[in-house]
């Protein structure tokens, strides 16, 4: 009986997950999966008792995105890139086969490797819910989860390879991003950017790889360039003395581009610098990597 036992344990312990074929109502196992998930918005929603916490398995084909199955399933990214270990968009490709969970939860590692595992594992979990994941033949790992828990925005930028570098090599940020009062007006606006002081002639450099969509002049910017990277940002640099850039032209991270000047509405020589996703500015602070 002791060796039964133990062998019944060892195969609940070490046995497969059930196995999603196609992402398909036809498919039953897909639609009870689906099913418990949407359970689980409206038991979060209501602050009821949450499901148990079931793991699926499942292999994407070539054409299949990390966020085509997210979306598909209607859960976060996070609950699937944090459950398989992966640590940034660009590894998604070529996996064989994925664990999927049946509702939004936010899986960090007990042993956390990459950067975006050690950033998770700064988080104040309290330490409660803890589950073991099979992930091969005599093969588990340990985790702590948050239901329905999300990517702030700089494990978020870290996944997505958004940080850039910062713009300049030496200088000081005078004027953060937000509600300020403006140097020119006295009142209070919104500022979209960083300004970092630096003398007059300081390099500027290419925060990220990307195109020169343009390279112009404006009253309040004075001399300015807007470098499009892959995916929604935009990057802009104004005041310039000098730009060396043409529009078109392809640039790496790092790349020389421009100057920094004083022209356009600016009181002293400094680089104002934006990163925008589409049309909204957001806090370069936040997505800019700068080695110490």
Known sequence: ?????????????????????????????????????????????????????????YKPSESETLFMIASRLNLPY??????????????????????????????????????????????????????????????????????????????RAFFLNTFFRFPLDRGRITSTYGLRLSPITGEKAFHPGIDIAAPAGTPVFSSGQGVVIADSYSEILGNYIIIKHPGTYHTVYGHLKKSFVILGS?????????????????????????????EKAEDPLILIHRKQ
């Not at 060796?3 to 109502?25: G, H, M, S, V, W």
């Not at 979060?44 to 949450?50: F, H, K, L, R, T």
Request: charged share 20%; with cysteine; aromatic share 10%.
């Open 250 to 278: 392809s640039v790496k991270a790092g790349n020389i581009i421009g100057e920094v000047g004083n022209t356009g509405y600016s009181t002293g020589p400094h680089l104002h610098f934006e990163v925008r996703s589409g």
């Open 1 to 57: 009986m002791i060796a039964i036992f133990f062998l019944l344990t060892c195969f609940n312990l070490y046995a497969d997950y059930p196995e999603i074929k196609q992402l398909k109502d036809n498919d039953y196992i897909f639609k009870q999966l689906t099913s418990d998930i949407n359970v689980s918005y409206t038991i979060n929603a209501s602050g009821g008792e949450n499901l148990p916490l079931l793991i699926y398995n």
């Open 78 to 155: 996070e609950s699937i890139s944090t459950l398989n270990r992966i640590s940034s968009i660009s590894e998604f490709s070529g996996k064989d086969k994925i664990k999927i969970p049946n509702q939004p939860v936010l899986f960090i590692p007990v042993q956390p490797i990459s950067d975006i595992e050690l950033l998770l594992s700064t988080r104040d979990t309290g330490r409660k819910n803890e589950i073991v994941i099979n992930t091969g033949i005599s093969k588990t790992e340990n985790y702590y989860y948050i239901i329905d828990g999300r990517f702030n925005n700089t494990e």
